[in-house]
Nanobody
Framework: QVQLVESGGGSVQAGGSLRLSCVAY????????MAWFRQAPGKEREAVAGIGSDDFTSYADSVKGRFTISKDNAKNILYLQMNSLKPEDTAMYYCAADGRWSVPLLTNDYNYWGQGTQVTVSS
């Protein structure tokens, strides 16, 4: 059974940084695509960043240059380094994994999801 467990969320002031982690159980992160999504209250879930089995990455325009997705295959952990945070980055952040494909990275059809970790950025 696949389980994704996120951590690292919290409250930070604008301009600050956070690093999210996603530990995967029952799933080999190097094998297929993985991604981070977020959902703010009253808004639809949106893709933030994705990474493929070949370590190719893709980012939403709103986070390019500020967020970095990476993974440690040996530890089976996915990361999201978030710098220069803005109040509009406030949302629940979810880790997602797929057991079928390596691409595309930023579509909403992943089949494994974590429970989420809250990120709150104050101005």
């Amino acid at each position: 059974q696949v389980q994704l467990v996120e951590s690292g969320g919290g409250s930070v002031q604008a301009g600050g940084s956070l690093r999210l982690s996603c530990v995967a159980y029952g799933y080999t992160i190097s094998r297929y695509r993985m991604a981070w999504f977020r959902q703010a209250p009253g808004k639809e879930r949106e893709a933030v960043a994705g990474i493929g089995s070949d370590d190719f990455t893709s980012y939403a325009d709103s986070v390019k240059g500020r967020f970095t997705i990476s993974k440690d295959n040996a530890k089976n952990i996915l990361y999201l380094q978030m710098n220069s945070l803005k109040p509009e980055d406030t949302a629940m952040y979810y880790c997602a994994a797929d057991g079928r494909w390596s691409v595309p990275l930023l579509t909403n059809d992943y089949n494994y999801w974590g429970q989420g970790t809250q990120v709150t950025v104050s101005s």
